[in-house]
T-cell receptor, first 113, second 114 residues
Framework: QKEVEQNSGPLSVPEGAIASLNCTYS??????FFWYRQYSGKSPELIMS????GDKEDGRFTAQLNKASQYVSLLIRDSQPSDSATYLC?????????????FGKGTLLTVNP | GAVVSQHPSWVICKSGTSVKIECRSL??????MFWYRQFPKQSLMLMAT?????????EQGVEKDKFLINHASLTLSTLTVTSAHPEDSSFYIC??????????FGSGTRLTVV
């Protein structure tokens, strides 16, 4: 059973702070990793994708991947109230034409003004 | 960017009736489409994977005779919930993948069965 684990939260941070979201996965052969943001009642929207070890930065967001530890994280700098949402970690286990994603249960983030 | 249109965005139906949800890729050809279901405060659970022109592959525990998936063209996939019951009430989301295009989600359909 391929599993993706996240702290369910809620995670509460003040405006302007750094929010740190964590995710672990069980399948060592996993190849692609994604962070999605989901507002209540809406479908997920892609924030970041990462495929190789290390950091990947995009604006206020930084994804970090450590395949040896089977760990992927998302840092949100200068958090804004509009960042308040559920953040879903998703992992693609296969290569080739296997595009299936396994999602974690999500971490609810609240940014307080 | 890639856009996936899903409709209806919400639907209320009577128990025992069937509901069809459509998912269209507007500006790319979706070789693979995924259908997810999400219950309140839970994560997305994959129901089935469909490839254009072939039968859908259902995840364990998902009734293929109840959730009919058709992927007749590279831009359209449909999910029909047959003989819907209140326990089928959920948020249904499609996602499409195409050559050169990563996962793109539809906007979701809120189904309420009364």
């Amino acid at each position: 059973q391929k599993e993706v684990e996240q702290n369910s939260g809620p995670l509460s941070v003040p405006e302007g702070a750094i929010a740190s979201l964590n995710c672990t996965y069980s399948d060592r052969g996993s190849q692609s990793f994604f962070w999605y943001r989901q507002y209540s009642g809406k479908s997920p929207e892609l924030i970041m994708s990462i495929y190789s070890n290390g950091d990947k930065e995009d604006g206020r967001f930084t994804a970090q991947l450590n395949k040896a530890s089977q760990y992927v994280s998302l840092l949100i700098r200068d958090s804004q109230p509009s960042d308040s949402a559920t953040y879903l970690c998703a992992v693609n286990h296969g290569g080739g034409s296997n595009y299936k994603l396994t999602f974690g249960k999500g971490t609810l983030l609240t940014v307080n003004p | 960017g890639a856009v996936v249109s899903q409709h209806p965005s919400w639907v209320i139906c009577k128990s025992g009736t069937s509901v069809k949800i459509e998912c269209r890729s507007l500006d790319f050809q979706a070789t693979t489409m995924f259908w997810y279901r999400q219950f309140p405060k839970q994560s997305l659970m994959l129901m089935a994977t469909s490839n254009e022109g072939s039968k859908a592959t259902y995840e364990q525990g998902v009734e293929k005779d109840k959730f009919l998936i058709n992927h007749a063209s590279l831009t359209l996939s449909t999910l029909t919930v047959t003989s819907a019951h209140p326990e089928d009430s959920s948020f249904y989301i499609c996602s499409a993948v195409g050559q050169g295009y990563g996962y793109t989600f539809g906007s979701g359909t809120r189904l309420t069965v009364v």
